[in-house]
T-cell receptor, first 112, second 115 residues
Framework: KQEVTQIPAALSVPEGENLVLNCSFT??????LQWFRQDPGKGLTSLLL?????REQTSGRLNASLDKSSGRSTLYIAASQPGDSATYLC???????????FGKGTSLLVTP | GAVVSQHPSRVICKSGTSVKIECRSL??????MFWYRQFPKQSLMLMAT?????????EQGVEKDKFLINHASLTLSTLTVTSAHPEDSSFYIC???????????FGPGTRLLVL
C-alpha cells in the first residue's frame, strides 16, 4: 500500500525566504505526483502535476521536482509571501488504482 | 481547469438523521468520481470510488451501508451519510477525473457537523 510522508509537518518563515517542502512515497510505481494547496476550512487547489516521466514542473514562484526511483519530491517556493500561508499537500497517483494517496501536509506560515 | 462543485458546502444535523452531499462535474463528463474524508489535522483519506452506472468500490473500514454512493450520471455522484453520528463529523471532498493518471479535479468540500 502506497504511503506518503511529508516533512516538515509545520514550518514558519519570514517573508521573502526561499523554502523547500519534502514529500516521500514508498512505492515508485506511480502515474504522477501532485502538489495541492489547502486553505483552512477550504477545498484543494492544484498547484503542480508531475507525470512519472518528468523530472520537474514550474509555475511562477513554485518548482516541484520528482525523483521516482528514490520516492521523493520537493516543492520549492521562491521569495515566500504571507499569502503563501496554507497547508501544502502532496498526493501520489499509483499505478494500482487512480485514487490519490495523500500525505498529511505541511502547514506553512509566512510572517510579514 | 475543469470545475467540480459540491452541495451543500456546510451542513449541521442532529444525530440519527441522514445527509446527502452532491458532487457535480460542471464542464466535463466523469465516469469515475472519488469521495474523500478529512478529519481535523489529518490528511485526506479515500472512502470510496464511485463508478457511473455501477456499484461503488469502498475502501477497507468504510461501511457501505452507512455511506451510500450513487453515480447515476456522468456529471453527478451523491454521498448519503445515513443515521449520522457525531463521529461522522468531518470534511468530505469529492474529486472527478478522466482516465487513470490524468489530473483529478476537486470539489470545494462539504463540512458536516453532527450534533
Amino acid at each position: 500500500k502506497q504511503e506518503v510522508t511529508q516533512i516538515p509537518a509545520a514550518l514558519s518563515v519570514p517573508e521573502g525566504e526561499n523554502l523547500v517542502l519534502n514529500c516521500s512515497f514508498t512505492d515508485s510505481a506511480i502515474y504522477n505526483l501532485q502538489w495541492f494547496r489547502q486553505d483552512p476550512g477550504k477545498g484543494l487547489t492544484s498547484l503542480l502535476l508531475i507525470q512519472s516521466s518528468q523530472r520537474e514542473q514550474t509555475s511562477g514562484r513554485l518548482n516541484a521536482s520528482l525523483d521516482k526511483s528514490s520516492g521523493r519530491s520537493t516543492l520549492y517556493i521562491a521569495a515566500s509571501q504571507p499569502g503563501d500561508s496554507a497547508t501544502y499537500l502532496c498526493a501520489v497517483n499509483s499505478n494500482s488504482g487512480y485514487a490519490l494517496n495523500f500525505g498529511k501536509g505541511t502547514s506553512l506560515l509566512v510572517t510579514p | 481547469g475543469a470545475v467540480v462543485s459540491q452541495h451543500p458546502s456546510r451542513v449541521i444535523c442532529k444525530s440519527g438523521t441522514s445527509v446527502k452531499i452532491e458532487c457535480r462535474s460542471l464542464d466535463f463528463q466523469a465516469t469515475t468520481m472519488f469521495w474523500y474524508r478529512q478529519f481535523p489535522k489529518q490528511s485526506l483519506m479515500l472512502m470510496a470510488t464511485s463508478n457511473e452506472g455501477s456499484k461503488a468500490t469502498y475502501e477497507q473500514g468504510v461501511e457501505k451501508d452507512k455511506f451510500l454512493i450513487n453515480h447515476a450520471s456522468l456529471t453527478l455522484s451523491t454521498l448519503t451519510v445515513t443515521s449520522a453520528h457525531p463521529e461522522d463529523s468531518s470534511f468530505y471532498i469529492c474529486s472527478a477525473g478522466g482516465a487513470p493518471g490524468e489530473t483529478q479535479y476537486f470539489g470545494p468540500g462539504t463540512r458536516l457537523l453532527v450534533l
